[in-house]
């Protein structure tokens, strides 16, 4: 087994696409799961690799963005559903994140109601903890340290990445965000890198303010690219790529990168795998 391995659960951009979920990335190190962002389909994904809600160890999430976070929804009813003894989940994310969850909750209540009616052995309401953060340590349990630094994806803020530190290996998962010092801490010798990224020169010439206004919050290819050859990345994953990487482009995404940045470069599809160790 290796010590880390990274599943790109979902890589699309915001624009639904039906070969692509949501933006989520699964990381299972010292025999847990832990979720990173819940973007669209991603319980389906999690399937897909043989890993249900109730299984996860935590989920961790990067901003408050409501591509990111919209299956959140999922991941509280599902869990509270397919466990049969009360099974909180651990929720880790930027300062706000109580307030989304509370919201859910609230809009759970119609559903969480039947269900109670329904279900004789069903006695508990879905039970999620949430930590708030910005920096620091996650969690460190037998073998697995968790560390989150700030990004900058301004105006949303704040916004947060995550370290995954296992077996002497070490996996960044950024999220959306531009370069900037937090980053640069968590990657500092890591493995792998996992970046969400843009192409500014595709969404300059379409020419459309809105998605102009994309490119002042996000890290380009070149710019994730040049993050991880400064911090002596071994693996660069490219996610979350918009626009959307058009069918037989990839070649063309992955040169951008290794222009800049010297290890290997992978643009990721959705149930991509990366084993480190």
Not at 256 to 263: I, K, Q
Request: a negative charge; glycine letters at 10%; aromatic letters at 4%.
């Amino acid at each position: 087994m290796p010590a880390i391995e990274v599943v790109l659960l979902g890589t699309g951009s915001p624009i639904p696409d039906p070969n692509r979920a949501g933006p989520a990335t699964l990381v299972r190190a010292a025999g847990r799961s832990l979720l990173i962002d819940c973007g669209r389909g991603v319980l389906m994904r999690t399937a897909g690799v043989g890993v249900g809600a109730n299984q996860l160890r935590a989920t961790l999430i990067t901003h408050l963005h409501s591509d990111h976070i919209t299956d959140l929804t999922d991941v509280i009813t599902t869990r509270w559903v397919t466990s049969f003894a009360p099974l909180p989940l651990d929720v880790f994310g930027p300062p706000g994140t109580q307030q989304v969850v509370d919201g859910i909750l609230a809009s759970l209540a119609p559903d969480i109601s039947y269900r109670l009616a329904h279900h004789a052995d069903l006695t508990w309401e879905p039970a999620v903890t949430v930590t708030e953060l910005t920096a620091g340590t996650v969690m460190g349990e037998d073998g697995l340290v968790v560390t989150a630094a700030p990004t900058d994806h301004r105006p949303v803020s704040p916004t947060v990445g995550y370290r995954f530190d296992s077996g002497g290996h070490s996996v960044v998962v950024a999220g959306d965000t531009v370069p900037c010092d937090g980053l640069d801490q968590l990657c500092a010798g890591a493995d792998v890198l996992v970046c969400t990224v843009i192409r500014e020169d595709l969404l300059r010439a379409i020419g459309l303010p809105r998605l102009i206004d994309v490119c002042d919050y996000h890290s380009s290819v070149e710019q994730a690219a040049d993050t991880a050859q400064r911090a002596g990345v071994g693996q660069l994953v490219l996610t979350h790529c918009v626009p959307p990487v058009a069918e037989g482009a990839q070649e063309e995404w992955r040169s951008l990168a290794a222009g800049v940045f010297s290890g290997e470069v992978i643009v990721a599809s959705d149930l991509d795998r990366v084993e480190v160790g």
